[in-house]
């Protein structure tokens, strides 16, 4: 066997390289197995025919194949990466060479061409980054709500030293001062506005202080009919397809109430020019391998339907983060998706957006579907109006405004009220004076919690009444019915109220 021969022989075995030859004008000369195999064509399908072939049309519009030959030409070599095109059409990514050959007169005789499939790495390259991405992601969306909880927490307890405390001055200014209550009315409203801003910011960071019920996502929506109507305006007309059974899910329904409307509101203002905005509720059977990453099962489906401006990429990926708006200043807050989003994921659910830019949006909110049974279970008792003594009462917080502004709502009630600034100096006091009557602590504080407090002070006073005030979605485990628990921030009303159902509590034989 001559060298030639043997040489034929060795490229035309090679299957995991396409080796071919171009004659100086690009048409195929030679062909061999690793051409065949990744390319799909045999050799006499392919011989004689324009390399250019195996490129996609948008590279052969863009002359690619012409300047690769014309760079080797001139270089000596060209090398890239690049989708090329097999005989069925399908498309597979190539790591190309492209040498010129020169016969020993220095002529050009043509071109060898060696191709690579690296599809399979390139899969596995993008997945990696889809994964990297995703982590990264989530990675920041907890970042972000661990910031953002902490910034409400902390603001809810100003909020709330505002909010008491104007209550008292309000009820201390003389009737006639009209101005001055005007005034206290409108920093009332700031107030309460910042209220509201932080239990978005709290329902994105999923601490949101939830009072989960059992409802019928129809019948919240059918309820909503005049509120939705006025905050879409009469340019918008609403259309809603509700499920004709029953879809009952355990939620808290001003939470439900509120992302339903911020869903609306959003679906007006894609459509400036006005527009149909559809409410779809009803029940979806969920698999194993459903895209959401949800447990199997059935879920309550409420999906906002527009066919508005829609989302690009971008926007769509960013519009759940707190502050992500393109409203413009003091038009939207950025808060309304993060709240949807922390509702969704705190009610063990799952909120969807998909859209389509100058199409449309479909907002979904899915919650796992509860059967209508055990509605009973969960419905409060009737609460008692008893008229409340006044109480020698303990009260503990760690932040002194809060707690100079508790004692002071209590006093004002009649309450006598000692304070304590942590667990411990409570614990002393509670050995020291005489027996009180109950017991008002913050949960979150440094050294020992509310709920540490708590468990000491019953191993002392086993029947002491308590009242744990808290920020946080949390509830904190293994805390009895005997705790009674009052969200912050909290109105003088509220924490009288807590007071007196824990004391009534006490007095009440246990079930
Ligand atoms: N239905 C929709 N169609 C098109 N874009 C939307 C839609 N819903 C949300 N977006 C985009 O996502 C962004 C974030 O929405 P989000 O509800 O969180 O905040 P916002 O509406 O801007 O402010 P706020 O809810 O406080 O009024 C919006 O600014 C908008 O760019
Ligand atoms: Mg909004």
Known sequence: ?????????????????????????????????????????????????HFSLFYTPEDQERRIPEFALDTAKVSGKFETEGWRVRKDGSRFWAHVVIDPIIDPEGNLVGFAKITRDLTERREAQDKLEKAKEALFQSQKMEAIGRFTGGVAHDFNNLLAVVLGGLELVQRRVGNDDHQAHRLLDNIRQAAQRGVNLTQRMLAFARRQELKPELIDVCAQIRGMADILDRSLGPDMTLVTRLSRQ??????????????ALNLAVNARDAMPAGGTVAIEVDIETLDDSNDH???????????????????????????????????????????????VHGLAEQSGGRFVLSSTLGKGTTATLLLPLQSAVITEELERSAME?????????????????????????????????????????ALKVIGQSKPFDALITDQGMPNMTGQQLI?????????????????????????????????????????????????????????
């Not at 490229?11 to 171009?22: C, K, P, Q």
């Not at 690009?312 to 998706?337: C, M, N, V, W, Y």
């Not at 924490?495 to 009440?508: G, H, M």
């Open 246 to 259: 029953p879809v009952t899910v355990l939620v808290d329904p001003t939470q439900l109430e509120m992302a």
């Open 293 to 339: 990453s949800l447990n199997a099962g059935r879920y309550a489906v409420l999906a906002v339907i527009d066919h508005g401006t829609g989302m690009d990429e971008e926007t769509a990926r960013q519009a759940i983060e707190p502050f992500f708006s393109t409203k413009g200043i003091g038009k939207g807050t950025g808060l309304g998706l993060s709240m």
């Open 1 to 49: 066997m001559g060298d030639a021969e043997r040489f034929r022989l060795l490229v035309g075995a090679v299957r995991d390289y396409a080796i071919y030859m171009l004659d100086p004008g690009g048409h195929v000369v030679s062909w061999n197995a690793g051409a065949e195999r990744f390319k799909g064509y045999k050799a006499e399908e392919v011989i004689g025919r």
């Open 455 to 511: 468990e000491r002070v019953w191993t002392l006073f086993p029947k002491m009444p308590v009242v744990l005030a808290t920020g946080y979605a949390e509830t904190p485990p293994g805390l009895g019915p005997d705790v009674i628990r009052l969200s912050k921030p909290f109105l003088q009303a509220q924490l009288l109220e807590a007071v007196r159902s824990a004391t009534v509590n006490a007095i009440r034989p246990r079930q």
């Open 385 to 425: 109006a008893l008229p409340s003594p006044a109480l020698n009462l303990l009260a503990v917080d760690d932040d002194a405004l809060v707690l100079m502004n508790t004692a002071a709502m209590l006093e004002e009630a009649g309450h006598s009220v000692t304070t304590a600034y942590s667990g411990q100096e």
